[in-house]
């Protein structure tokens, strides 16, 4: 089963751009990449997923890299709210099995 | 529509008994699955059920089990509890069929928040 390596934690200022990068260099072709979020200790939330190409939805933009190691997650406009600790994942190819990491905690501060 | 739901949201067992924790899926979504989360092994996949058919299992000890009823709701059962059960035990449903190849959105539950005395 393919595993994400992501940086611990990150800052972000309140309105800026947050850019949540992930590893993924075992993915195989045929696995996608979901991005979760969770707030303190809720239940995840659901954020974006994409296979190869680009995704963008109303929370947030995800950018795959062409050879598919590794991807980006953006939100564009970083509010307190977003504040969280952010999963990268890959999803192990027709399951529904989601292999969650450590994850990333991004702060945002005013 | 409303979203996952899962019950009891609080539980305390003590040591040796068991538990049945229960999960009703977005309506109209057919796949169920179940993860554990602990502060020491964080999110981790316990199994996953669609059509009442378990088609993956996590690697957790058979005490672990669960199951899916034909109206999509699924429980899943703890016996012999240990301190280490200790846990927020998640649900998660999506509506695709998965053998098509495609990808669904996964939403999850709120959790049930077990402790283990």
């Known amino acids: 089963d393919a595993k994400t390596t992501q940086p611990p934690s990150m800052d972000c200022a309140e309105g800026r751009a947050a850019n949540l990068p992930c590893n993924h260099s075992t993915i195989s072709g045929n696995e996608y990449v979901y991005w979760y979020r969770q707030i303190h200790s809720q239940g995840p939330q659901y954020i974006i997923h994409g296979l190869k190409n680009n995704e963008t939805n109303e929370m947030a933009s995800l950018i795959i890299t062409e050879d598919r190691k590794s991807s980006t997650l953006i939100l564009p406009h970083a509010t307190l709210r977003d504040t969280a600790v952010y999963y990268c994942i890959v999803r192990v190819y027709n399951t529904d099995k989601l292999i969650f990491g450590t994850g990333t905690r991004l702060q945002v501060f005013p | 529509k409303a979203g996952v739901t899962q019950t009891p949201r609080y539980l305390i067992k003590t040591r040796g008994q068991q538990v049945t924790l229960s999960c009703s899926p977005i309506?109209?979504?057919?796949?169920v699955s179940w993860y554990q989360q602990t502060p020491g092994q964080g999110l981790q996949f316990l199994f996953e059920y669609f059509s009442e058919t378990q088609r993956n299992k996590g690697n957790f000890p058979g005490r672990f089990s669960g199951r899916q009823f034909s109206n999509s709701r699924s429980e899943m059962n703890v016996s012999t509890l240990e301190l280490g059960d200790s846990a927020l035990y998640l649900c998660?449903?999506?509506?695709?069929?998965?053998?098509?190849?495609?990808?669904?959105?996964?939403?999850f539950g709120p959790g049930t928040r077990l402790t283990v005395t």
């Open positions: 309506s109209g979504h057919r796949s």
């Open positions: 998660a449903s999506s509506s695709g069929q998965q053998t098509s190849g495609r990808a669904y959105e996964q939403y």
